[in-house]
Nanobody, 127 residues
Framework: QVQLVESGGGSVQTGGSLRLSCVGS????????MGWFRQAPGKEREGVAG???????RYADFVKGRFIISQDNAANTFYLQMNSLKPEDSAMYYC?????????????????????WGQGTQVTVSS
């Protein structure tokens, strides 16, 4: 049974930083796409950042230069370092994962169809 557990959310002021973690268990994927998504009240869920098994990354334009996605393959743990936070970054943040046959499925174009999701961690940025 695949499980993803996020942590690290909290409340910060504008310009602050947070580091989200996502610990995965119950799977052994030769290849995967992992993503961080967010959803604010009344808004659609949106992709924030993604990483594949080989370390390739992708970012939404609105976080480029501020957020960094990374992973510890050995620990099945993924991170989202969020810097220069803005009030509009406030949302529930989710991690998700899907097995894929090749890294190219994770890169560019539409976000992949993720199969497994965590329960989310709340990020609140005050002005």
């Amino acid at each position: 049974q695949v499980q993803l557990v996020e942590s690290g959310g909290g409340s910060v002021q504008t310009g602050g930083s947070l580091r989200l973690s996502c610990v995965g268990s119950g799977y052994t994927y030769a290849g995967y796409c992992m993503g961080w998504f967010r959803q604010a009240p009344g808004k659609e869920r949106e992709g924030v950042a993604g990483i594949d098994r080989d370390g390739g990354t992708r970012y939404a334009d609105f976080v480029k230069g501020r957020f960094i996605i990374s992973q510890d393959n050995a620990a099945n743990t993924f991170y989202l370092q969020m810097n220069s936070l803005k009030p509009e970054d406030s949302a529930m943040y989710y991690c998700a994962i899907v097995p894929v046959p090749a890294a190219r499925y994770c890169r560019g174009g539409e976000w992949p169809e993720y199969e497994h999701w965590g329960q989310g961690t709340q990020v609140t940025v005050s002005s």
